[in-house]
């Protein structure tokens, strides 16, 4: 949302990027030999951790993009609570419910812990922030496409 | 029994699939909207101070975390036990406005209109938000522009567009509005009014050629459910829950949000991180309700600002004793709400209590419990908590907006694969329509299941026996 928040800018950066794969596209299989990826989000379940992976291998430069990527952030709280994949779960699915409380057990299964994207593939730019902010992540596009990696420093704030 | 999946669900938020099963005969037995994220909030808000749980419910969702933020500071003030100022709750509801404005923006222009100005048949690497650029550039700005008004009203008030969550605080919030904020708003107001209304009757002018979809997408009867201020009229903050049957006949009215565990019950499908919330008295499955924009213009006696009023009159007639049910006209009703927003807008900037300086009422704990209801943009948004006596938590429930419709969902989906489905095989024909009607409502997933994820939806075809017999990606 916050990539968004580029307003105007968007139309810019629409003439200089062809956008190959995104949430806000249709494209469904992830394309090889990508330039740059913004990843937002930590790595929580079985099925995240087969993309990522994928992400990685297609990737020529993989950013990882706000707090929940680069720390974990409030993915990650549910790593404080004891079993939290089944203590989770069952506050969830069983103690809060009228009707069939139970698990779901035909969906991906979620990892022990949720974990930060670098924990499981190499991260070349890390853009922290509850979100970024549109300018920063404006900075970061425009330096990568400028062919330079972003100097993050004093522009990297965590919140 | 045979069985189709569309993976991953394009142009929504949060991650999602659907799977289409057949009988024997080859014809569609059901389809179903699986949600396969989770995060678990309910468990680890467990010890946190209740004063904190605004700021991190709201990372529930990047695009409506305000109705996060609204749902929890209510639920807030009832455990401190204040009434918050009339000024905060002005402010509150400007906020609010500002939020849905951007989060409806959103779901038309960078999301949905794509399929309405591309096509739906148009090639996937361009129909999205950077194709419509490329194509309609000025129509694009246009929907750029209304999205940010109503980021810059969030903006002003809490000095941050996504997660500005330490201005809303128990008891009201930190700080007034100061008069050039309220200009530099003013100012924009008639450029994104006039995008609206122009917008509106675009939108109106192409339904004659889109009668299939609303035929087929998703037009079913069920209940309404939503909050209505005590004249009836359209409410997003506050006021008390109606309910209409799918004949537009008012089934219940007056219910205190407060004690909705009463009226609506949650159950669970193995298949999916997304519960399934229903009308107690009905029962499960059969208590099936909708919530959101064409929710909310279903159950209203009427909106309560003229532009808005004369445009309800038109969208009713959509319908048939008041009651519009068609999905895909959720786009309708969430353009008519934008230009009620406006109206609001402008309506509230122009009392003077919004300017008054006392803005929060301070006080501790005095309650052991406390709920707070908002209409978030898709829809009934409830947080309740528990406390202990030092105010930490000890017990979370939230039901949130999109999984008021998972039961709707999907019938939707099912309706239609029945159509679309043919000779036990997926077609991109199928896949964008699956996706279109998904869309339409407009889910936030990250939100219903408290989780994130990348947006996008999975079609699996499973024959009657159980096997996978096809699976579409692009």
Known sequence: MSFLDQDERLIELAAKIQLVYSPIMDVKVFPPNVDVTLVEGAVANEEQLEMIKQ???RTKILVSLGDCAVTGNVTGLRNTVSSSVE????????????VNGKVPDEVPRLLKQAIPLHEVVKVDCYVPGCPPSADL????????LAGRMPNMENRSKYG | ??????????????????????????????????????????????????????SITSRTCGIC???????SAKACDDIVAVNIPRSADLLRRLMHMGQIIQSHALSFFHLSSPDLLLGMDADPSVRNVFGLIEKYPEFAKKGIKLRKFGQEIIEYLAGKRIHSSDWLVPGGVKTPLSKDKSEKILASLPEALGITLETLSMFKGKLDGLKDEIEDFGNFPTYYLGLVTPEGG??????????????GKIVADNLDPKKYYEYIGEAVEPWSYMKFPFYKPLGYPNGVYRVGPLSR??????????????????????????????????????????????EKTKEILEDSEAYVDNVWAKASVNRSEGVGVAEAPRGTLIHHYKVNREGLITWVNMIIATENNNLAYNMAVTQ????????????????NRVEAVVRAFDPCLSCATHAVGEMALDVLLYDSEGILIDRLTR
């Not at chain 2, 289409?20 to 467990?46: M, N, P, S």
């Open chain 2, 416 to 431: 239609v694969a029945k159509k679309y489905v043919t000779k036990k095989r997926l077609n991109e024909g199928l896949l």
């Open chain 2, 65 to 71: 975390p305000v109705s996060h933020l609204l749902a």
């Open chain 2, 297 to 342: 213009l279903n159950i209203v006696s009427r909106c309560g600002t003229p532009l808005a009023d004369k445009e309800l009159k038109d969208f009713r007639k959509f319908g048939k004793g008041g009651v519009v049910q068609s999905t895909f006209l959720y786009h309708y009703a969430r353009l008519v709400e934008v230009l009620f927003c406006l």
């Open chain 2, 234 to 247: 359209l409410e997003h903050y506050d006021g008390k829950i109606r309910i209409v049957d799918s004949k």
């Open chain 1, 87 to 98: 203590s989770t779960l069952k506050r969830a699915f069983v103690e809060t419910v009228d």
């Open chain 1, 137 to 144: 992540i404006n900075y970061v596009l425009t330096e990568l």
């Open chain 1, 55 to 57: 992400v990685r291998e």
């Open chain 2, 1 to 54: 029994m045979d069985r189709i999946d569309v993976s991953p669900v394009t142009r929504i938020e949060g991650h999602a699939k659907v799977s289409i099963f057949l009988k024997k005969d080859g014809t569609v037995k059901e389809a179903r909207f699986q949600v396969t994220d989770f995060r678990g909030f309910e468990k680890f808000c467990e010890g946190r101070p209740f004063y904190e749980m605004p």
